[in-house]
C-alpha cells in the first residue's frame, strides 16, 4: 500500500564421594533477574554468588557447610542469588521471595525456588520489577540455575505471561494519562497526549485506556530496541477494540493504528493498520502489517482479512501479532536474493496463509530493506493523519519472532479459549 501521504541449580546427587568437584561462580543477572546460583559441588568447593540486577552484588559464597549469604538488594529488580550451596536470596525492591538453599557435603544443595520448576521445564513468572515467588524459565540442562521470576506490582496473569517470554518493551496501556511505564524496565516508557482517556475493560477483566481520536494518542522516543534490523527479528503485539469501523480523518480507507513512521520519508520503518468496512479496495475490516524502506511510499506487507465482510465488530476485542524478519524468507519470494526476509500477521491466535499470496508477505513485494531510523513509536496513530478509535492494550515488542505457541497461549490467558479458525486466502474465526 502506498505510504506518500505527509532454574535453580540441580543438586549434585545423594552420594557419598571422597573427592570433591570444583563449583563455578554464579551467572551476573540482568535487570528484573537475579543473578544464577553457583554451581554446587558434591562436598565443599565455596564460589561466588550471582550480581543482582541492577544492584549492589550477591550474597557471600557458600562453603560444604554454609549457606551462602543474602544477595544485595536490586534497584527496581529481582536481587543477586547466594553462593554455590543456594544460600538465602536478597530481598527484591517490590519483595523478593527468601528461600535458602540446604548445605553440606552429600546433601542436595541448591533450592529450586526463584529458578522456576524442574530442569527444563518453565513456570509462570515473569521478568519484570521486583522478585515474586513464581519463577522465570528452568534451567536447560541439569546444574545450570534458572532465572528469578517476577510480575509487575498489580500485574494480571496476562502480563505475567508476556513478561515470561521476554519483550524488550511493554506497555500495559491501562495509566490513562501522563506516562505509561514500560513494564520490562527497559525503559520504553510512553507518554499520552490529548488528555486523559476514559478505561476499557479487556477479556480478563485489566482496564486500558479507550482513545477517542484526534488528539489522543501515545508516543514511545525512538529507539534502535523497536527496529527490525537490530536483531533482523521483530513482533509488535497488541489487543484492540475498535469502537467504530469507520474511522475519522482516515487516509485512504484505513487507520495505521500503531507505527515507526511518523514523519513518513525519510524515517519511516513498520506500521500496524485497520482498514475501514468501507474502503475504496473493498479491503473489509482487514489487519495488515507492513515494512518499509526510509522513504516509505509502497511498503511490503502480510494482511489477514475474514471471508464474510463484517466479522470484526465494533466493541469486540481483537489480539493483533505482527511479525517481521530479515532472516527467514517464506518460499516462493521472488528476487529474495536482493531483499531478504518476510512479513506475518496473526488475529485471535490464528495465523494468516502466506502459500495463498503470493509475494505478499515477501520483505522483497516492494524491494524493502528496513533501517532503523528516529521515528518515535506511535500508538493510536502514526503519523497524526488518521486516528483510532477505540482502546489499545498490552502492547508489546520483542526482539525475536514469537512462536504459534506462545502467541495462542497469550490468546488463551487472556479469554480462557484456545485459538479456533484458519487462513487460506481468507480467514475465519
Known amino acids: 500500500m502506498a505510504r506518500t501521504p505527509p532454574s535453580a541449580a540441580l543438586a549434585c546427587l545423594l552420594v557419598t564421594v571422597l573427592s570433591s568437584c570444583q563449583g563455578s561462580d554464579g551467572e551476573p543477572g540482568g535487570d528484573g533477574k537475579s543473578g544464577g546460583a553457583g554451581r554446587h559441588p558434591t562436598s565443599g568447593g565455596a564460589n561466588a554468588g550471582g550480581h543482582s540486577g541492577r544492584g549492589t552484588s550477591g550474597g557471600a559464597a557458600g ?17 543477586g542469588r547466594g553462593g554455590s550451596t543456594s544460600g538465602s536470596a536478597g530481598a527484591g525492591a517490590n519483595g523478593g521471595a527468601r528461600t535458602a538453599g540446604n548445605s553440606g557435603a552429600g546433601t542436595a544443595a541448591g533450592s529450586t525456588s526463584l529458578g522456576g520448576s524442574a530442569p527444563g521445564g518453565r513456570s509462570s513468572g515473569g521478568r519484570s520489577t521486583g522478585g515474586s515467588t513464581s519463577g522465570g524459565e528452568a534451567g536447560d540442562a541439569p546444574g545450570t540455575g534458572g532465572d528469578a521470576g517476577g510480575s509487575a506490582p498489580g500485574g494480571s496473569s496476562y502480563d505475567d505471561a508476556v513478561l515470561a517470554d521476554g519483550p ?3 506497555l500495559a496501556m491501562s495509566k490513562l494519562a501522563g ?15 490529548g488528555g486523559s482517556n476514559p478505561s476499557a475493560t479487556l477479556p480478563n477483566g485489566d482496564t486500558a485506556a479507550d482513545f477517542a481520536g484526534d488528539p489522543h494518542y501515545v508516543s514511545v522516543p525512538s529507539s534502535a530496541a523497536l527496529s527490525i534490523p537490530t536483531t533482523k527479528n521483530l513482533t509488535w503485539e497488541a489487543w484492540i477494540r475498535p469502537d467504530v469501523l469507520q474511522f475519522d480523518d482516515d487516509s485512504s480507507g484505513y487507520v495505521d493504528w500503531m507505527g515507526k513512521c511518523a514523519e513518513y520519508s525519510p524515517t519511516c520503518e513498520w506500521e500496524a493498520r485497520m482498514y475501514n468496512m ?58 529474495a536474493d536482493e531483499f531478504p526476509g518476510g512479513i506475518d500477521i496473526w488475529v485471535n491466535g490464528v495465523k494468516w496463509n ?29 503519523a497524526g493523519d488518521a486516528w483510532f478509535q477505540g482502546s489499545i492494550a498490552k502492547v508489546a515488542v520483542y526482539d525475536v519472532r514469537l512462536s504459534n505457541e506462545q502467541i495462542a497461549n497469550h490468546y488463551q490467558v487472556m479469554t480462557g479459549k484456545v485459538p479456533t479458525g484458519s487462513c487460506a486466502s481468507t480467514c475465519n474465526f
Not at 184 to 192: A, I, N, R, V
Open 63 to 79: 562453603s560444604a557447610t554454609t549457606p551462602g549469604g543474602d544477595g544485595g538488594t536490586g534497584v527496581a529488580a529481582a536481587a
Open 168 to 170: 524488550v518493551m511493554y
Open 179 to 193: 506516562t505509561e511505564p514500560d513494564l520490562t524496565g527497559h525503559g520504553h516508557d510512553g507518554t499520552y497526549h
Open 278 to 335: 468501507t474502503n475504496s479496495s473493498n479491503r473489509c475490516n482487514r489487519l495488515s502489517a507492513y515494512a518499509f524502506n526510509p522513504t516509505a511510499d509502497l511498503g511490503s506487507g502480510a494482511y489477514w482479512e475474514a471471508g464474510t465482510c463484517g466479522t470484526i465488530k465494533a466493541g469486540s476485542w481483537y489480539h493483533v501479532v505482527g511479525e517481521y524478519s530479515t532472516e527467514v524468507t517464506p518460499s516462493g519470494c521472488s528476487n
Open 354 to 382: 502466506h502459500a495463498s499470496h503470493g509475494d505478499t508477505g515477501c520483505m522483497s513485494q516492494y524491494d524493502v530493506k528496513p533501517a532503523a531510523n528516529d521515528s518515535p513509536l506511535n500508538i493510536a496513530t502514526m
